[in-house]
């Protein structure tokens, strides 16, 4: 059986909106730019992937979650520089109106859209928060802001979190959250967005201990996405040279997946030093520092290993590793389906009576009321067989469990496996334990 992967986005992009896993935003009124619905199958994955991630983080002895609110008083901005920094330079083509990033372009050639030589304007910085107003009098004093990462309600937090949890470092807070950039060329699907999720674990530890710490959380993250099913040799390390360290950082890396648009950051691993909690000191005049009873009662600013995943790009990269093209060209045999791992499936047993018939449909229904009980179940009767078995393999179901005439004669069903496409005849008082078995949970 040949396989192929998935060659371009625009492929993707059809899937997921003839099988329901995102949708344009706001699409009967001609579409929103960048931004998108995540429909039935896209937001169970989503929350998938989130529960993989919030587990792997809180279910240990060091780590605790928060939610911190989206609005923060605007001084958290101003003390965390991005009022001040948080810009990228853009430019206009003077001809067509269309806007650019700066640096993601040579402004000595054309214009990609109009063609238009020397026209570009100077750069000029372009601030990505959103603003808004609070109150009921919309003046510079009610201005806040969307805000534009989860970090920063991490850190307002920490002395809270650390002496209500009785939490000695080292110890970390998770969160995951929406967060949002008036991006200037956002594109590429769900790669780059306007409104995202973000899923955050700020690492708190002692100063001269950060080294140690990254490569501790090195392994665990990059682990964590093989555990989800992405192949290994579909993903790299990024590591960020002197110069393209961000301003807090003294050490930073990227994990990367190859996209159909070429290799693209999941998740960046950093070490934060004690930047933030020093401008939030700074800036609140609250004394935030850590009192370590285990060194002599000494006090000080932890430093901070952050490691931030893009929920929105991570469930990007599940969709396009799990993409697959079998028998291509064959219009008899050929398939798309989505091997997604069992635990991020949005559908994990489809459950499928043979045919439309009453005989067939009321026991057929009783047995798929008995499995949704264990697993997340869909039950299928619209169409032929085979059909039904394409459409299930585009939604990434493991396993389809059919009800035949047979059935009713001998109590047992037959369990298709969407990977390999065989067949088993199974017990009807055997098939939990095979569910089991064959999904590993």
Not at 17 to 32: A, N, P, T, V, W
Not at 228 to 249: C, F, K, S, T, V
Request: charged share 30%.
């Amino acid at each position: 059986m040949s396989e192929s992967n998935l060659k371009s986005m625009n492929d993707l992009v059809s899937l997921c909106k003839r099988r329901g896993f995102i949708f344009q935003s706001s699409e009967i009124y001609g579409g929103l730019g960048s931004c998108w619905d995540y429909a039935p199958y896209g937001i169970q994955l989503k929350n998938n992937i989130k529960e993989r991630w919030w587990k792997a983080m809180t279910f240990r002895d060091d780590v605790v979650g928060i939610d911190a609110s989206i609005f923060m008083h605007p001084q958290v901005w101003k003390a965390s520089g991005h009022v001040d920094g948080f810009n990228d330079p853009m430019v206009d083509c003077k001809n067509c109106k269309e806007r650019y990033r700066e640096d993601q372009i040579d402004t000595s050639k054309p214009c990609s859209k109009c063609g238009a030589k020397d026209s570009f304007t100077e750069p000029r910085d372009f601030n990505l928060m959103f603003s808004t107003q609070m109150g009921a009098v919309a003046d510079s004093s009610s201005q806040v802001y969307l805000r534009p990462e989860t970090a920063q309600g991490i850190f307002v937090n920490f002395l809270n979190v650390q002496q209500t949890m009785r939490k000695k470092l080292p110890f970390g807070i998770a969160q995951i959250g929406k967060a949002f950039r008036n991006e200037i060329t956002p594109g590429n699907f769900i790669f780059r967005t306007r409104e995202f999720e973000q899923m955050e674990m700020q690492f708190f530890i002692k100063p001269g201990t950060q080294m140690d710490a990254m490569e501790k959380w090195k392994e665990i993250r990059w682990q964590w996405h093989l555990d989800n099913g992405i192949r290994e040799d579909m993903l790299r390390w990024e590591p960020h040279g002197p110069g393209n360290l961000a301003h807090y950082a003294d050490a930073a890396t990227d994990i990367e997946y190859n996209f159909p648009i070429g290799w693209g950051e999941m998740e960046g691993i950093h070490s934060r030093t004690d930047f933030d909690l020093k401008q939030h000191e700074e800036y609140s005049k609250k004394n935030l520092k850590y009192l370590d009873t285990e060194d002599g009662n000494k006090k000080y600013l932890p430093y901070v290993l952050e490691t931030s995943v893009g929920c929105d790009r991570s469930l990007l990269a599940v969709l396009c590793d799990a993409y697959r093209i079998e028998n291509e060209g064959d219009k008899e045999n050929e398939r798309v389906v989505l091997k997604f791992h069992p635990k991020l499936a949005p559908v994990k047993v489809a459950v499928l009576p043979l045919v439309k018939k009453e005989k067939l449909d009321t026991p057929a229904r009783k047995l798929f009321e008995d499995i949704q009980k264990n697993y997340q179940s869909e039950y299928d009767v619209a169409g032929s067989i085979g059909k039904r078995y394409r459409r299930q393999d585009e939604i990434g179901t493991p396993l389809c469990v059919t009800f035949d005439f047979d059935t009713l004669d001998d109590n047992a069903v037959t369990v298709r496996d969407r990977d390999t496409m065989t067949q088993e005849r199974v017990a009807i008082d055997q098939l939990n334990k095979y569910l089991y078995d064959k999904l590993g949970f």
